[in-house]
Every structure is written in C-alpha cells, then in structure tokens.
C-alpha cells in the first residue's frame, strides 16, 4: 500500500496509539487492541446497584465505560472506588459524558469540585466547543497535569442538531490548538484525517432506526466501516438487554470485524 495515501481508517489503533502524547489517548488505544474491542457501553441507569451490576456484567468486553454520574440517585464516594476498581481489573477506561459548556473558569470548578469531583477520576470528559477556546483551556489547566483527555462534541446524534457544518469544522480547529488534551471528538463520521484524534460515536444499536426523543441509530459496521468513527457508544440496546453480558458481546464482535473490513478496505 502506497503510505501517502494512508488514511487513520487503514491505520491500525497500536500504530495509532505511537502517534498520539496523552496519556489516556495511549491507553485507550492500548486496550482496544488488547482486548479487542472498539466498544463503550453507555450506562445510563439511576442507581448505585444498577450501575456497577451492568458494569461487571460487560466489562469484559469494553475499552470504556461511559457514565452519567448525575443521573445516579444514592451516589457516594464509595462508587467511584468500586468503578475504579472495575476498570483497573477489567482494563477500560471511564468517560464522564458531562458536555462540559460554560466558560473556561466555571467548567474547570465544575470538573473538580463539586460533588463528584469528576477530574479525580475520569480519564475522559465529554466538552461542547460552544464557549470557544476558554473551555478547553480552563479544563486543560486541571486535567492535563492529571494525565486526563477531553472530547470535544463536534456533532450529535439526535435529529436536527445545530453541530453542522462549520460549527463542526471550528471544533475541528480548537482540538489541533489543544491536541494535547482534547484527544479526539464525540461526532457522527470522521471529522478530520490528523491519526492522533479517535473518533466515538454514539446513535449506535445492531438494529437500526430512530429511539426516544429523535435519536438516531446506525448499525456498527456503518458507523464503523461506512463513516469511519473509531469507536462505537452503545447504551440502551445492551443495558435494557434481557442478558447485557450476552449482547454486550455481540456489539463488540460487530464493531471489531467492522474495524478489521476497514483496516483491509
Ligand atoms: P443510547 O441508549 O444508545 O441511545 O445511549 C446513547 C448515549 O450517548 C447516551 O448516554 C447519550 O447521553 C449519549 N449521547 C448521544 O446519544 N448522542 C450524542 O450526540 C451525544 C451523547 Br454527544
């Protein structure tokens, strides 16, 4: 293969993970190869037993868990121990999806502090590009020296979203000003061809069609193969699941021979 014409789609993920500098970046990439996953499961449920009763039951086949820690009822300080537990046993990594959206000075309190204290043990953030450039440079100041990673929201998966267009391409540009921190983006196709930036997509469901509220689902091998996303979010269709573990399983294999038809495109 001519290597000019190499594009992050004919790219292997270990070869990619030389080509990026933060440190969760590296890992993420690391453990997909390793356990051969490109899936995060979105564990959207609203209590303490709920959550870590899915999380066991799919953390082997995931390279990341995705939480709303807001939504959790009876949550203490205790449940972030036991997720951290998990994911160093289980080997993934947590991503808060707090669509951080303020500015740079409120969003960093916000990241710290709090109740949650989400810096202290999310290895990735979810971001809006709304604010402009202060947000990640707010954020940036507190996770960077952590070894934590951003995701800028480039695109969304509900219908009729407003991140279109340019408002995709000017979050494009505020990543590679902080490529450092902000290692990749939440988008619904490819955005950029830079190989250091990994690609989540949520919207995903091995049946595709539309949910609640004008979400949107494609199947993996599209978001995958079709619009090159790296990674594939699934929530409701494993952890609404009669067996979660069972279906878990099914969406990794689909979302890694989407990957390897890819690789070999
Ligand atoms: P679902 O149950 O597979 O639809 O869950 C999708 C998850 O991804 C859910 O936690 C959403 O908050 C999250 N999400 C999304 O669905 N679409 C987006 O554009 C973004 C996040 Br950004």
């Not at 440190?23 to 356990?35: G, N, Y």
């Not at 710290?112 to 100041?141: F, K």
């Amino acid at each position: 293969m001519n290597n000019s014409r190499l594009t992050p789609n004919h790219i292997p993920y270990i070869q990619r993970e030389k080509m990026c500098t933060n440190p969760s970046a590296k890992e993420l990439f690391l453990i997909m190869e390793k356990k051969k996953s490109n899936l995060a499961v979105a564990v959207d449920v609203t209590t303490k037993e709920e959550l870590l009763y899915q999380v066991n039951a799919v953390a082997p086949y995931v390279c990341a868990i995705k939480t709303h820690i807001d939504m959790i009822s009876d949550f203490d300080n205790d449940l972030l121990m036991e997720l951290q537990q998990l994911a160093i046993k289980h080997q993934f990594l947590l991503i808060e999806d707090r669509k951080f959206a303020d500015i740079g000075k409120t969003s960093k309190s916000q990241y710290e502090g709090g109740i949650y204290q989400i810096s202290n043990w999310a290895d990735l953030v979810t971001v809006h590009a709304i604010p402009g450039p202060g947000i990640v440079e707010g954020l940036r100041e507190t996770g960077l020296q952590l070894g934590r990673g951003a995701l800028l929201l480039a695109e969304m998966s509900s219908q009729g979203s407003l991140a279109t267009g340019a408002y995709t391409e000017a979050a494009v540009q505020m990543a590679k000003e902080y490529s450092d921190f902000v290692i990749g983006f939440i988008s619904q196709h490819r955005i950029t061809n830079e190989p250091y930036f990994i690609h989540m997509t949520p919207g995903v469901s091995l049946t595709e069609g539309s949910g609640v509220f004008r979400q949107q689902y494609r199947t993996p091998e599209d978001a995958i193969y079709r619009d090159g996303c790296d990674l594939i979010i699934v929530g409701s269709s494993i952890i609404k699941a009669t067996d979660s573990k069972f279906v878990a399983h099914d969406h990794q294999q689909a979302g890694w021979d989407a990957y390897k038809k890819r690789l070999s495109s």
